[in-house]
């Protein structure tokens, strides 16, 4: 990027709203993930028109462009890794309109998922997904790596929620896909395939989101195993059972240990612990569920049982599940954070297969996730500066999705592919479905400018 | 399509799964639409190295294939426009596998909706999509023409639940896309492109869907409005009060009347009536909701408002809704049935807009449709044999599919594009979309045989 390009860019988003600092490069070479790559130069847009002139531009002369919300991914997705130019979405963050009795949001990209939730609340609506970055990570971000959260099982991920898109095409045409409705069956859908795309076929200018009411009774439990087999069984039963817990999470022995020995939390010593919520529109609901989620506890040996009888108490048990990530993260300084996800009868068989994976190459990690749709998040501790540690590392990840994709599974649950996962993309998809993946990105990016290096493509 | 390329078909599928008699042919020239065009041969296929291997010859001497299910579609997905080769997918019929424990169900694209409902009735789960042909239409139609049903409001189209397809593309090449878990964010997501593609894309040969428990507490209530405006404001108040009714349907006194006179139904001679209900897994959640609903419909001045005390009682409300199909054909031989779809508080306006239309064209039709996901479904009755009123009913349903997409909708909500509005589709979608959307189709289908002159692709 020579210095009339640069200055080209200027013209296009204002002086005020670009950037070649080294100083204000450098954080804009990470994201979320263990990778990093600087960018060139910076850009701010703030309408979908400067999007589609710097696209034009980029086109021209032929330089990279990676499209970024709040830099939460834990993928690599947004890291440059091939420089060029940065394009931070994060001031287009206008919340354009609420239609309740349409159950619509329309917001810009660079909208951040609690600030739509706010908005929402007063209305009693909310939209589901509920990446644990909410408080920062931005809908944009949400909708390119299809992201999703706690309440998957129930409530689906992104994918699930998305109506309509205003997309710039990588050459710079602007489209708009989808529609104003809650279904249509009218054309390709060209909708869901930008979700999930990590800004490789558009960047996201506009989004159309379905909204939910949001339950109001809620029921929390937690339970406790010495037996990691029975654990992995109730989930199965429940599921059988027909219920759908809003949340149904399992945490490891690791992470149990850590949360009692670094967070000070009155844990058991056990081997698995379950975190179960229920909801519905009475209390009647969540109990009739809960009770059910219980009964199959117990019939599976689970200790300590504990179930919330207040909002308080329900908080209490949830911090539990939620402060897994910050403890975690000071027990060494660099650690990676994968989401794979296997059909939900071989959760423990997933658990276990990564604990002796990673047991046999001597690193510290902790195994905690979604059991209800089949997402463990094993977090695995390492020091970057040690070439052993890093190299068991790389090894452990590869056994890791080799095992997942022996059991049916996905590499990504929630996180997206990006640049940590690229590599291994060939284990889960053939040669067929990479080759159709490519060409379609080929035909939307024939000059390969909108975040090169990414999933494989 | 020569002697030789018979003889081929033949070879590959077997005599018994060929025809190319009169006779066996003229059934496949039709589906459920008003359109017809009698294909030249008919291959059942039974195993997908068959569809591969049809497929392959079809490129080979550029003949054209249209795939088929039931053939219940409603807009000419699977009339052999251009003649050539009619696939009919009903011999690949097997359930393949249901997981109940990974809330998955694996089969055959022939299989009947309803076979899959019955087999999953015993473990209380079920596949949510309830086309109003769910006896006899097949799951790969669903899928193909990303089916809706009466309780798309809350529970969404066939679109939510497609996990992973495995797909013939239309040289020949077998596919997986997708995965076998809840949920999966790795790669481009082809799998919804291939839902709701018609037939353009591919030929689907194996299905995995996501199950949903079955609710088994069920609320039923009926209201009847002398203004229009009322039923509207009901629909706006009932999804604003935050209740997503498992079924929310509106009638107008053109349905109610035709029931009242032809089904002999004891009906009021009022202007609209709306049908709503309610689930749970208790009898309280679908009770608080109902009673909600109620207070709604009170509020908005309705009448005769009738809850069902019995599955009997519930019964009969739902046979007035479900009889409207059945009744309605039999007023004029030629009817046709639209499926235009707004944002859910344009309703009304969408209904008194297709009132005046059709009233100047002097055709009968009743309107009845989903109010809770914004879909109505028009039929409008006319004599085939009579020009004017064929005409009549060309100018009609243009003039309804322009004022659909000037209220922000859509020209389908659930029956697809296929043929009969096909050259309506830029009225919905720009250029810039629609190119993109062939495009795509030349990038699967660079020799345009598999089912051409759909879509407007």
């Known amino acids: 990027m020579n210095l009339s390009i640069k200055q080209k860019l200027k013209e296009i988003v204002g002086e005020e709203n670009f950037t070649d600092d080294l100083i204000e490069l450098v954080p804009y070479a990470y994201d979320a993930s263990d990778h990093d790559h600087r960018p060139e130069a910076v850009v701010w847009p703030t309408h979908k028109e400067q999007v589609s002139q710097i696209l034009f531009l980029a086109n021209a002369h032929r330089f990279p462009v990676t499209p970024r919300g709040a830099g939460t991914g834990l993928s690599g997705g947004a890291v440059p890794v091939q420089g060029g130019l940065m394009m931070d979405l994060s001031k287009m963050n206008r919340i354009l309109d609420m239609r309740i009795a349409d159950r619509q949001a329309i917001v810009e990209p660079g909208v951040v998922y609690a600030d739509l939730e706010n908005a929402l609340t007063p209305h009693g609506f909310f939209f589901p997904p509920d990446p644990s970055s909410s408080s920062v990570c931005t809908l944009g971000g949400n909708v390119a790596t299809n992201a999703g959260g706690i309440r998957g099982a129930k409530y689906g991920t992104t994918r699930d929620y998305v109506l309509g898109l205003e997309v710039v095409l990588p050459e710079g045409q602007l489209i708009r896909t989808g529609s104003n409705c809650i279904k249509s069956a009218s054309g390709l859908d060209l909708t869901r395939l930008f979700v999930g795309s990590e800004g490789t076929l558009g960047v996201i200018t506009e989004i159309t989101l ?147 994976i990673v047991h046999h190459y001597g690193l510290p990690f902790v195994i905690f996730g979604h059991a209800g749709d089949g997402n463990l998040h094993p977090r695995i501790m390492y020091d970057r500066s040690n070439p052993e540690q890093v190299e068991g590392l790389r090894k452990a990840v590869e056994e890791i999705f080799k095992l997942t994709c022996q059991l049916g599974g996905t590499l990504s649950g929630e996180h997206g592919i990006g640049l940590a996962k690229a590599p291994y993309l060939p284990l889960e998809h053939d040669s067929m479905n990479l080759n159709l993946m490519r060409a379609i990105k080929k035909l939307f990016d024939p000059n390969h400018i909108l975040n090169p290096g990414k999933m494989n493509l």
């Open 210 to 356: 379905k909204i939910s009411p949001k339950p109001f009774a809620i029921k929390t439990a937690s339970a406790s195993f010495s037996n990691l087999g029975d654990a992995g069984q109730s989930v199965i039963e429940i599921i059988r059972s027909g219920i759908i817990p809003s949340a149904l999470e399992l945490l490891d022995e690791n992470t149990i240990r850590v949360l009692r020995d670094q967070g000070k939390m009155d844990l058991p010593q056990v081997t698995a612990m379950i975190l179960a919520e229920t909801d519905g529109y009475t209390d009647g609901e969540a109990s009739f569920q809960m009770d059910k989620v219980i009964e199959v506890l117990k019939r599976n040996h689970a200790t300590d049982i504990r179930i919330a009888r207040s909002t308080q108490e329900a908080e209490d048990l949830w911090k539990i599940r939620k402060s897994i990530g910050s403890i975690a993260a000071q027990l060494r300084t660099h650690n990676v954070s994968e989401d794979v996800t296997v059909p939900i009868s071989k959760i423990i068989d997933l658990m276990t297969g990564i604990s002796n």
